[in-house]
């Protein structure tokens, strides 16, 4: 047995983070060995740390699936989203090694099939997020066309998959349908949106680090390649819980965007009296709700990559999401408004009423070939009968 690669991972608690050190450790732990330090080790916002680090453990690839959480401010955005990212790539430069580096679509606008190269222009007035995720972007790709490192860019839409410890994008969606504090549709028709699967991706970085010649140097959109309306997929995932609500009823951007309004006053009302409150992060993204903003997957799909789940998407993938989630926030007394009893017959009638082509791809991942065991007792009849 060969030497095992060294593979650094920033970010392993998260979502992205947790699969891809799952990944390596099940399927390819005879020829990788997956580091994935601690904050206490290895401090993204500490360059001596990286440095250090590093140059002990002299790895032959470095990802980057850390992220500061939405909300952040300022500094913290920038030492984690930007400073962080940079200095990882500029020590993995330093040992010639490849460096991936995980994105976010808050880098582009809305609109649909969006482009790698369709991002939005650095300004002020973004986000943190927004702002710290588009600045590495940029230095990372500046680095690449005058320091020559080899880095592949991989930019992700609305993650969706399971063993995620935080509540917050799709999730934070999920879990306010679940625990019924969502009454309303707060999106308006036809609203699509791209998605990204936590479990097709450590496939795809395997790929790139064994592709260098093809991927170094580049950005790819790892998304779905069928957008979702917001509007079904909300449906959808109530029919599987079989609550009443939201009611399919559509609320007026402008009546949510003064409802927003209202609710940050009333929150700087209570913190000046001495209570802690915050708006939840995710309202910074409350125009893409009533913005669509699907991703091109076109350089994805030409490239050498081959889809090892073609048929997965986040419809065909509900199911186990439902039970692992509502398990696991019952278990920590987050919620329990839903049935303890789901009633599958029930479950399927509405989703057949709201969206009978997720039932179409449920049965496709299951399976539509020949039944092999029928195949074979048909071939051993024949046989039989031109013996007799």
Not at 8 to 36: E, H, M, P, Q
Request: hydrophobic share 35%; aromatic share 10%.
């Amino acid at each position: 047995m060969g030497t095992k690669k060294i593979g650094v991972l920033i970010g392993g608690s998260g979502l992205i983070g947790g699969t891809i050190v799952n990944f390596y450790k099940t399927r390819y732990s005879d020829t990788v060995d997956i580091r994935a330090p601690s904050s206490k080790k290895l401090s993204i916002r500490e360059e001596k740390d990286i440095r250090h680090y590093l140059t002990d453990v002299n790895p032959d690839f470095v990802i980057n699936a850390a992220m500061a959480s939405l909300g952040s401010d300022g500094q913290l955005a920038y030492e984690v989203n930007y400073l962080g990212p940079v200095n990882l790539a500029r020590a993995a430069n330093a040992l010639n090694i490849p460096y991936i580096h995980i994105s976010s679509s808050a880098t582009m606008p809305a609109g649909e099939d969006l482009r790698e190269e369709d991002t939005l222009p650095l300004t002020p007035q973004l986000s943190n997020y927004a702002k710290s995720k588009l600045m590495a972007e940029l230095t990372l790709r500046r680095m690449a066309a005058e320091e020559g490192l080899d880095y592949t860019c991989i930019r992700l839409a609305i993650v969706y998959g399971a063993h995620d410890h935080k509540i917050q994008g799709f999730h934070r969606m999920f879990f306010s349908i679940a625990d019924e504090s969502m009454p309303v549709l707060f999106t308006k028709r036809h609203t699509f949106h791209s998605y990204s699967n936590a479990r097709k991706l450590p496939f795809f970085i395997h790929h790139v680090l064994a592709n260098r010649a093809e991927f170094s140097g580049r950005t790819y959109n790892f998304v779905d390649k069928n957008p979702v309306e917001l509007a079904t997929l909300i449906l959808t995932i109530k029919s599987y819980l079989q609550l009443n609500q939201p009611r399919e009823i559509y609320v007026p951007y402008w009546l949510a965007k003064g409802g927003k309004k209202s609710l940050d006053v009333l929150l700087k009302v209570l913190r000046r009296i001495g209570l802690k409150a915050s708006m939840p992060p995710e309202l910074m993204f409350l125009d893409s709700f009533y913005k669509p903003q699907t991703l091109s997957s076109r350089r994805l799909q030409q490239s050498s990559f081959v889809d090892p789940k073609p048929n997965e998407t986040i419809f065909t993938r509900l199911p186990e999401l439902v039970i692992y989630y509502l398990t696991r926030w019952s278990h920590e007394n987050l919620i329990s408004t839903f049935p303890d009893c789901l009633d599958p017959d029930k479950s399927i009638n509405q989703t057949f009423s709201h969206n009978p082509e997720h039932l179409i791809e449920k049965v496709h991942a299951q399976g539509i070939g020949p039944f092999p065991d029928m195949k074979k007792k048909v071939g051993l009849t024949r046989d039989t009968a031109t013996t007799n």
